[in-house]
């Protein structure tokens, strides 16, 4: 029973920043590469970033400089911490685990997706 439970967003301006958290249970965490998604409304879920079992870290491109991710594998959990955030982060935020690292083809592991964490950036 994999479990991925999301916190951490809220209502900010922009400029401003928040850090997020997954904690998740039900496998062996420090296995997997770890992963944030969001989705704003009409539109797909895009990927984020994520982290290899080595701490490697990977950005798309509309977050490099401004987001960080990382994680506690004595705790499970994965972190984002988002700085300088924009309106167009605005988004409900989810955590998984991908595969496909280093292939065009990376994708979310897990099917049962989290609650997710709500992300809003206005003025």
């Known amino acids: 029973q994999v479990q991925l439970v999301e916190s951490g967003g809220g209502l900010v301006q922009p400029g401003e920043s928040l850090r997020l958290s997954c904690v998740t249970s039900?496998?062996?965490?420090?296995?997997?590469?770890m992963s944030w998604h969001r989705q704003a409304p009409g539109k797909e879920r895009e990927l984020v970033a994520y982290?290899?079992?080595?701490?490697?870290?990977t950005y798309a491109d509309s977050v490099k400089g401004r987001f960080t991710i990382s994680r506690d594998n004595a705790k499970n959990t994965v972190y984002l911490q988002m700085d300088n955030l924009k309106s167009e982060d605005t988004a409900g935020y989810y955590c998984?685990?991908?595969?496909?690292?280093?292939?065009?083809?990376?994708?979310?592991?897990?099917?049962?997706w989290g609650q997710g964490t709500q992300v809003t950036v206005s003025s």
């Open positions: 998984n685990a991908v595969v496909g690292v280093g292939t065009p083809w990376v994708r979310p592991w897990f099917s049962d």
């Open positions: 039900g496998f062996i965490f420090m296995r997997y590469v």
């Open positions: 982290i290899r079992e080595d701490g490697h870290t």
